[in-house]
Nanobody, 126 residues
Framework: QVQVAESGGGLVQAGGSLRLSCAASGRTFRSYSMGWFRQPPGKEREFVAAVSWNDGNTYYADSVKGRFSISRDNGKNTVALQMNSLTPEDTAVYYC???????????????????RGQGTQVTVSS
């Protein structure tokens, strides 16, 4: 069993940066792929980024490539999402999740992640 909890959300101006962190419990953290998803107001939840457990490969949604970076620290049981050049379109509740998928397209599917956080709000003002 893994429990995950996000932190680091907040209000930022367009063009700014924010770093989200996800802390996970459990001794098997390194055996899980970690993903970030977001749900903009009034829209469906969407994939943002993921890092696989087996080879450390990273995956990104086209909308965030070149601006966001995901990284994991297996020693600290944490995964971070560095978000740069933020725009109002990045405003959403951001969720961290742990699961077993390893490659596209499975690694970008919310339903493949067993353990999910409560979410943290990110608001980007124009």
């Amino acid at each position: 069993q893994v429990q995950v909890a996000e932190s680091g959300g907040g209000l930022v101006q367009a063009g700014g940066s924010l770093r989200l962190s996800c802390a996970a419990s459990g001794r098997t953290f390194r055996s899980y792929s970690m993903g970030w998803f977001r749900q903009p107001p009034g829209k469906e939840r969407e994939f943002v980024a993921a890092v696989s457990w087996n080879d450390g490969n990273t995956y990104y949604a086209d909308s965030v490539k070149g601006r966001f970076s995901i990284s994991r620290d297996n020693g600290k049981n944490t995964v971070a999402l560095q978000m740069n050049s933020l725009t109002p379109e990045d405003t959403a509740v951001y969720y961290c999740a742990a699961g077993l998928p390893t490659y596209h397209p499975g690694i970008s599917a919310w339903e493949n992640y067993t353990y999910r956080g409560q979410g943290t709000q990110v608001t980007v003002s124009s």
